[in-house]
C-alpha cells in the first residue's frame, strides 16, 4: 500500500525537500507534493488532501512545524511524521503532545524513512478497513465500525448516531452500505442501518439498539431473524 500513498513534504530547505522527494520515489510513492512555508503548506493540504504529511518543525518561525502538526491532528485527523534536527526536551515534550505518528531527526536515514512511512501505511489500511471516513466541511472524520450504533436517513443527509455522539453527512444510506461490513450491519428500514452487535432485543417488527427501538419493515423480518440466529 506504501506505493500508492499521497504525501506531503514541508520543509523551508528546498533541497532537504528534494532529498526526501527521491528517497520516496525510490520507495516507490509518485504522488508527491512541496510545500515550503506555512502559509503554502496549509493551503496544500486543503487542495493536495494528502494521505501523510512529512512536517519539518522549524521553518520561518520556530513553531510553524508544531502549529501544522496542531491543526492536522485536531482538524484532519491525518497522519504526520516530524522531521527535524532539534531533538531537545522541551521540544520533545511539545511534539508528543501533537500525536504525531513518528518523528526522524536529521540527517534522514533512509531505512529510517522508509520504515516509519511503512507503519503509517500499515496503519492506515487497518483503519481504512475498520472505519467509515465523512466529510465535515475541508476536515475528514474517521468513525470506527465498532461505535456506531445506527445511521438514519433523512432526505439527502444521514444522521449517524455513535456511542458518544451523533455526526451528519451529505451522503444517501445505499452508498454507505458499500463501504460497511454486510456482516456486522444490515438494512432494517429504508431509513434505517444497524449495527448488530448493539442490538439488546428484536423481533421480525422492531429492534432495540440502545435506548432506542427502530422498526423493521416487513419484506426483510424473516431475513433479519435468520440474520442474528446465524451470528449467535
Keep these: 500500500m506504501i506505493h500508492t500513498l499521497k504525501v506531503l513534504i514541508v520543509d523551508d530547505e528546498v533541497l532537504i525537500a528534494e532529498d526526501l522527494k527521491d528517497n520516496l520515489f525510490s520507495f516507490g510513492i509518485k504522488n508527491i507534493e512541496m510545500a515550503h512555508d ?26 510553524d512545524g508544531i502549529e501544522i502538526g496542531e491543526y492536522v491532528a485536531d482538524k484532519l485527523q491525518k497522519p504526520f511524521i516530524y522531521i527535524t534536527a532539534h531533538s531537545d526536551v522541551e521540544m520533545i515534550k511539545k511534539i508528543v503532545k501533537t500525536r504525531p505518528a513518528a518523528y526522524i531527526t536529521k540527517p534522514v536515514k533512509k531505512s529510517d524513512l522508509f520504515a516509519s512511512i511503512g ?106 431473524e435468520c440474520f442474528m440466529k446465524q451470528k449467535s
Design 38 to 63: 506555512k502559509k503554502a503548506a496549509l493551503e496544500t493540504i486543503k487542495n493536495f488532501n494528502p494521505d501523510l504529511i512529512l512536517l519539518d518543525i522549524r521553518m520561518e518561525k520556530e513553531t
Design 119 to 224: 507503519l503509517v501505511a500499515e496503519r492506515l489500511k487497518f483503519t481504512s478497513a475498520n472505519s467509515l471516513k465523512i466529510k465535515d466541511g475541508y476536515s475528514t472524520v474517521v468513525i470506527p465500525h465498532n461505535t456506531i450504533i445506527y445511521i438514519e436517513s433523512e432526505g439527502n443527509y444521514l444522521n449517524i448516531f455513535c456511542d458518544e455522539k451523533r455526526h451528519i453527512a451529505r451522503q444517501s444510506l445505499d452508498a454507505i452500505i458499500a463501504e460497511l461490513d454486510n456482516t456486522v450491519f444490515f438494512r432494517i428500514h429504508r431509513s434505517y442501518l444497524i449495527n448488530t452487535s448493539k442490538i439488546k432485543r428484536f423481533s421480525k417488527k422492531e429492534v432495540v439498539v440502545g435506548a432506542i427501538t427502530l422498526p423493521v419493515s416487513r419484506s426483510v423480518g424473516d431475513e433479519l
